[in-house]
């Protein structure tokens, strides 16, 4: 896609933030047949898709540490993603440069489940430890489709009502919480799809504003408007993420 292309981009109109968008969600993630992955081995993880109401000017919230600094970072530009809140949202998160693994990337709240823990519960702890939003099992809408990694994980997508939960983004994991309008998931550029040597499945990633974000986390937001949305039940399970995710 050239640029012009991009800039021709038709981006639809903030979505209203109300019961009846709960209610359609609830419908939607009640009827869908969800794929399950047998973790085999491999390490299982949550992720929370949390829906909270946006405005263009209440894009961004930052960390901050004990002593009242701003956790933000000059070497981590932001300003792609300020233009992407508006109406109904949800919480995307940038990593900081600090971070061993994924650092400065943006990721959905979310990590390792303890033991003895279920999806449910790992979500809403990690999203409470990360974004400080302290949420109970009854704002849980619905789960979407497991997502396999390529760093060895099997992701479980929790979505969440987050009403007007207040954010204290933990600096140590999070630069910077974003209010992202799930109209944005509904651009006519989105998703984007990129053929790579190293493998024969589509890579995807979502236009956010001026910024791109790739698979996993793509993954998970292409079926967050396709399934949660507008009712479509097609898997995601077969796009790929690009190379630099593969760790």
Same mark, same amino acid.
């Given at each position: 896609?050239?640029?012009?292309?991009?800039?021709?981009?038709?981006?639809?109109?903030?979505?209203?933030?109300?019961?009846?968008?709960?209610? @359609?969600?609830?419908?939607?993630? =009640?009827?869908?047949?969800?794929?399950?992955?047998?973790?085999?081995?491999?390490?299982?993880a &949550?992720v929370? !898709?949390?829906l909270?109401?946006?405005t263009?000017?209440? $894009?961004?919230?930052?960390?901050r540490?004990?002593?009242?600094?701003?956790?933000?970072d000059? @070497?981590?530009p932001?300003?792609?993603?300020?233009a992407?809140a508006? $109406?109904?949202?949800f919480?995307?998160?940038r990593?900081?440069? =600090?971070?061993?693994?994924?650092? $400065?990337?943006?990721?959905?709240?979310?990590g390792?489940?303890?033991?003895?823990?279920? &999806?449910v519960e790992?979500?809403?702890?990690?999203?409470h430890?990360?974004?400080g939003?302290?949420?109970?099992?009854d704002?849980?809408? #619905?789960?979407l489709?497991?997502y396999?990694?390529?760093?060895?994980?099997v992701?479980?997508?929790?979505?969440?009502?987050g $009403?007007?939960?207040? !954010?204290r983004?933990? *600096?140590?994991?999070?630069m910077?919480?974003? @209010?992202? #309008? !799930?109209h944005?998931l509904?651009r006519s550029?989105?998703?984007?799809?990129?053929s790579?040597?190293?493998?024969?499945r *589509?890579?995807v990633?979502?236009?956010? #504003?001026?910024?791109?974000?790739h698979? *996993?986390?793509?993954?998970?937001?292409?079926?967050?408007?396709? !399934?949660g949305?507008?009712?479509r039940s097609?898997?995601?399970?077969?796009?790929d993420? *690009?190379?630099? =995710?593969?760790?």
């Open positions: 896609m050239t640029h012009r292309e991009q800039d021709a981009s038709v981006i639809p109109p903030p979505i209203r933030y109300d019961e009846t968008l709960r209610e @359609r969600f609830v419908a939607n993630l =009640a009827g869908h047949q969800r794929r399950v992955v047998d973790l085999a081995g491999r390490r299982h &949550a929370a !898709l949390v909270v109401d946006s263009p000017d209440s $894009g961004i919230v930052w960390a540490h004990e002593d009242g600094r701003s956790a933000r000059a @070497r981590l932001h300003e792609g993603l300020l992407a508006g $109406g109904a949202a919480l995307l998160c990593r900081p440069l =600090a971070m061993r693994r994924h650092a $400065g990337q943006y990721a959905l709240p979310g390792r489940l303890e033991p003895g823990e279920g &999806a790992a979500a809403l702890r990690e999203t430890e990360e974004v939003a302290d949420l109970g099992a704002r849980v809408l #619905g789960l489709d497991d396999e990694t390529r760093s060895g994980f992701m479980t997508p929790v979505v969440v009502w $009403g007007g939960v207040a !954010l983004p933990d *600096p140590g994991e999070v910077a919480v974003f @209010r992202v #309008g !799930l944005q509904q550029d989105s998703p984007r799809f990129e790579i040597p190293e493998s024969d *589509p890579v990633s979502v236009p956010l #504003g001026s910024t791109e974000v698979a *996993p986390t793509a993954a998970v937001l292409v079926q967050l408007n396709w !399934l949305l507008l009712g097609d898997p995601v399970h077969d796009f993420q *690009p190379v630099f =995710a593969w760790r």
